[in-house]
């Protein structure tokens, strides 16, 4: 069966995640994972993508970003996933894939979901165990976002500039947003549109990615999501 063809739109946030092979080990001591994301960030300087969120965990890592184009993001990726590969299978003495295929995205509908993602990527860490508060994990985009540290990699988005009128202002702002947790719904639907590379939004954004899809992009009923 064809793969479905995948939709990037220019300025649209997406969900990113991407797995070790086997789920396996990708991130193994912090050199790692500061050469993930130094050569992340030449590739969204070069290729056009903006990051605001993201975590690095041991087998994967989650992104939200924004493509300039529609190639930006596959040509980005391209360009992280090929050069970490080399390096990682250089310094742990391996071969082969390091990566579980390609990529999973999942376009997200701003307005509606766009905190409830950044949030989802940024607590991951507390899911896991690793961490018992968001600011305890080294390797996230909480800091910057949530108590204004600077990243270089990241690039606000439009939604969290509106928050305030200072920076000092939206860090609290957007600081504010964990005191709640997440709902099981929201939750579901993120795994789900992601897992899946569905649209995540109302009817009429499903429709809008099916158009310029060429073709209907609906999420199948599926049964219990995965973790």
Known sequence: MPRRPR???????????QRGNNRGQIFFGPNDAKRYLDWLQEAAIEHGLAVHAYVLMTNHIHLLV????????????RHVNWRYSRYVNGTQSRTGSLWEGRYRASLIEADDYYFAC???IELNPVRAGLAKTPNAYRWSSYKANAEGKADALISPHQLYIDL???PGARAEAYRSLFEGALSETALGAIRNAVNGGWPLGPDSFRALVSRHAGQAITARKRGRPAA
């Not at 924004?66 to 990726?77: D, G, I, K, N």
Request: aromatic content about 6%; hydrophobic content about 45%; charged content about 10%.
């Open 66 to 77: 924004s493509p300039e184009t529609a190639h930006a993001l596959p040509r980005a990726m």
């Open 7 to 17: 939709v990037f739109l220019p300025g649209q946030p997406v969900h990113v995640i």
């Open 164 to 166: 305030a009128a200072t």
């Open 118 to 120: 950044s949030r989802y």
